[in-house]
């Protein structure tokens, strides 16, 4: 018993990543917004019921998610309904919903109770000129009206600037600065289309974060993956003082999505050492976005995906036999996932061994050979692995033959 508690002290279930003492960054001071049920659900094809909703909602407040962004209200008299029955679940998280830049948008969503709404507005010359066809003045004027709006029906406000990163910076940031003057709370950087990269994610946050006062209006990001970097773009984001960061589970979205719930949370653990949030249950989580959404996850996924925990090579299967954070960062468990060892073309004699014991079986050195040979035949000429109940068949093959 003392030896095992040994043990546990000496091998957390995840290993911290010790380069990030070498490197000089500001202290991580962050809130999580899912965006799971409005922009996620902006998937094609995706329409969630109510009661999925609420499901995933209760579920992402259980995780100890900050904020949740509930729909977009005006879309349907239901959308309604359900950001309405979100607001008044009783959740921790606060509630928040999108509108555009309309008095009637923002009224709808004060209607629906909830603690604040994302007023959005793109101010990139390209959606000025082919999706409003009006003026940025005309436009901002709206918008201004929209964020005063709320103030004055005491709702809190993010002021949401789509297609940030195509704007010019100082165009942005007087934007950001007029909302700051209505007490906006929130001020975000959309990357609606995926064109950051880290270093100008961090360059961009900078250049907001010293222009507005951040005590009074909090930066967020909304990354999403065209390119493969919203986790990235959102996490180099956050170290610049962005404080509000959006995700999605499975990281679904308009699109290629945005970044990823399940590993911006894991990041936060490993590399910054945020460890409020309750990450048990996130396998279960994605598999519910899974079905809900009907929108597949990736096999070779980070943290949800089946190959997650799945090891079939000789020399790493013979190692975590010993001790499976030689090849896991984190362990299953940590996130509510499974180990798999899977027996195919890679495998070696004491993986092999190992996995027939696990089975119920020891065999000697002449059946364990003829085996070995078998798997590595079946395998390479028919191209796949052998899964358990085939492996027990072989082996009672082998137990009768020899
Ligand atoms: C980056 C994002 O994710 S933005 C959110 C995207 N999400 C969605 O579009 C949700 C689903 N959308 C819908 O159900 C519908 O498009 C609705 C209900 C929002 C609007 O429907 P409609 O009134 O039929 O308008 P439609 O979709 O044809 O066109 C969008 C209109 O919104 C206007 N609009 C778009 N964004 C904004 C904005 N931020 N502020 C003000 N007006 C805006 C467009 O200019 C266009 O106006 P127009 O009708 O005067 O030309
Ligand atoms: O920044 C936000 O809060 C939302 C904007 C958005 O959804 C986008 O531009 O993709």
Excluded: W
């Excluded at 009006?134 to 600037?161: C, P, Q, T, W």
């Amino acid at each position: 018993m003392k030896n095992e508690t040994h043990h546990e002290e000496q091998y957390p279930e995840y290993c911290r990543n010790s380069l990030m003492d070498f490197v000089k960054i500001k202290d991580i001071d962050i809130e999580v917004c899912d965006v799971t049920l409005r922009d996620g659900e902006q998937t094609p094809g995706v329409a969630f019921s109510k009661e999925q909703k609420m499901s995933i909602a209760q579920h992402l407040d259980d995780i100890g998610i900050e904020v949740i962004e509930a729909g977009f209200p005006v879309v349907s008299e239901a959308e309604r309904d359900v950001v309405k029955s979100i607001a008044n679940m009783g959740l921790d998280a606060r509630i928040c919903c999108l509108c555009r830049s309309t008095q009637k948008d923002v009224e709808t969503a004060v209607d629906c109770d909830v603690d604040f709404v994302s007023i959005f507005l793109a101010m990139s010359d390209l959606h000025l000129k082919y999706k409003y066809h009006k003026s940025l003045e005309e436009m901002l004027d709206v918008a201004m009206n929209a964020v005063e709006y709320a103030k004055d029906h005491g709702i809190g406000v993010r002021f949401a600037a789509e297609d940030a990163t195509r704007t010019p910076i100082p165009r942005l940031i007087d934007a950001f600065k007029m909302a700051e003057e209505r007490n906006a709370d929130y001020v975000s950087i959309a990357d609606t289309v995926g064109i950051l990269n880290p270093i100008t994610a961090t360059y961009l946050v900078d250049q907001v974060y010293n222009a507005i006062d951040t005590k009074k209006t909090k930066i967020c990001m909304h990354c999403h993956d065209d390119l493969g970097l919203a986790v990235a773009n959102t996490l180099a984001a956050a170290e610049a003082g962005a404080f509000q960061i959006h995700t999605t589970v499975n990281g679904i979205g308009e699109r290629a999505g945005n970044a990823a719930l399940e590993e911006v949370l894991m990041n936060l653990r490993i590399q910054y050492g945020v460890d409020r949030y309750d990450l048990h249950n996130l396998v279960d989580l994605s598999e519910e976005v899974k079905a809900a959404s009907k929108i597949d996850v990736a096999i070779n996924k980070s943290v949800v995906g089946q190959n997650a925990f799945s090891h079939e090579s000789g020399i790493h299967v013979a190692a975590i036999l010993e001790n499976p954070r030689t090849y896991e960062l984190f362990l299953p468990e940590m996130v509510g996932g499974k180990r798999n060892l899977i027996v195919g073309k890679h495998t070696g004699t004491k993986a092999l061994a190992g996995i027939i014991k696990d089975i119920g079986y020891e065999l000697g050195e002449a059946d364990f050979n003829a085996l070995f040979d078998q798997v590595k035949v079946i395998t390479e000429t028919e191209q796949r692995s052998v899964d358990r109940d085939e492996l027990e068949v072989l082996v009672q093959s082998v137990l009768k033959n020899n």
